[in-house]
């Protein structure tokens, strides 16, 4: 495919300035108006993708540096993108805000600089007018090798509070591409992990998208912004799309330096295994390319839903279950005490299961005192403490996932505790923000706190599909 796809990222100078409301609203303008959009977060971010996916009628993908590497940015970039007339991609808190003492690392700025894409500023304008452009000046001069390629106001009050940030921002020459007034309707309701699922209010979360849609259409000059997308040239360093079924190599990253990604590659001529993955309103967190590259390694994905299937997919040789929001749906998944036997008997079995945040949850003996499936000797509970950020991680021992010493990075975001933190076997070695093991391994099962992205190390996908053939 080309690698010069039309392209925007929007960004904002702080996080609750309206990207998610600009950048959904646009995709959804977009593709009214007849174009293949293609939907892109920055960040390790699960929940605004669902929502551009509602918008744009293809899956939502995540474009992060921190996760993947930059060397990967351009290449997810372009396999999501494949077959689109013009990408959308919302950045993540402020521009230039990264990963914590890693300077640019992962944010918004790194990604539309590897991608070489145009950045739309949204400003919220509530509480100024003057002031907007030395704002916007200082967004625009701080790094000269990010483009601010115009501006969309957010949050005006009324004409003459229009008139009065026009006329600061043409001083500054800095264009105005959108103007949005306060609009009650688009919010989106959210609890303690940031907005409320799509999956968990599909009718209203369609309806806010509708509205969203609506007041960017207009309140924003769709044609500037679709002209301003197709200035942006090829991608940067002559990047090919990503593919799962070849993807691009990272060797495994250990103590001892670099060795060969671990697992075999897939063999057509063996049957496909029955990987059965969570999904659902309770566990709603998961990257496309999980799918894509379980898929590619050669097993058959079924996905099952906890809340409501009493049995495992036929067949079922191994299980991933991902993260998402057990804690709001603790009664429920405890009352399904059928599926929770039938977890526990596949991972007495010795079956590959693996399990990220909500899925280490629902493997505890309890939530919040409620049974679950008693697979790991552990309790969970909900905490007021937020635990949130990038984590460097090394695996402590062999599991079907990874082999010792194989070197990862992750991420946390939860507020629930799992006491005792870690088993006999844990999971990972976390490096940062202090030295702690974290998580489970035992027999099959590899439970952690940590959301991977397996498109960093394609090892771990061939890996655990081939655990699943000889288990």
Known sequence: MSASVPRLVIAAPSSGSGKTTVATGLMAAFA????????HKVGPDYIDPGYHALATGRVGRNLDAYLCGPELVGPLFL????????AVVEGVMGLYDGAAGEGELASTAHVAKLLGAPVVLVVDASSQSRSVAALVHG??????????????????????????????????????????????????PSRHLGLVPVAERR????????????QVSDGCDLGALEALAR???????GSAPWTPASPAHHPTRS?????????????????APVVAVAGGSAFTFSYAEHTELLTAAGAEVVTFDPLRDEELPEGTAGLVIGGGFPEVYASELSANEPLRKAVAELAGSGAPVAAECAGLLYLCRELDGLPMCGVLDASARMSERLTLGYRDAVAVGDSVLAAAGTRMRGHEFHRTVVEPGSGPEPAWGVRTPRPRVEGFVQRGVHASYLHTHWASEPGVARRFVERCRTS
């Open 32 to 39: 009214a108006r007849g174009l293949a959009v293609s939907p």
């Open 79 to 86: 396999h999501g993108a494949r077959g689109c007339d013009i």
């Open 139 to 188: 967004f625009a001069s701080w790094d000269p090798e990010v483009r601010i390629g115009g501006v969309i106001l957010n949050k005006v009050a009324s004409d003459r509070h229009e008139e009065l940030l026009r006329e600061a921002l043409e001083q500054a020459g800095v264009p105005v591409l959108g103007v949005l007034r306060r609009a009650p309707q688009v919010d989106t």
């Open 203 to 214: 009718t209203a979360a369609v309806e806010a998208v509708a509205a969203m849609a609506a």
């Open 231 to 237: 200035a942006a040239g090829a991608v940067p360093g």
């Open 255 to 271: 103590d001892e330096g670099l060795t060969p990604s671990s697992g075999p590659a897939p063999s057509d001529k063996r049957r």
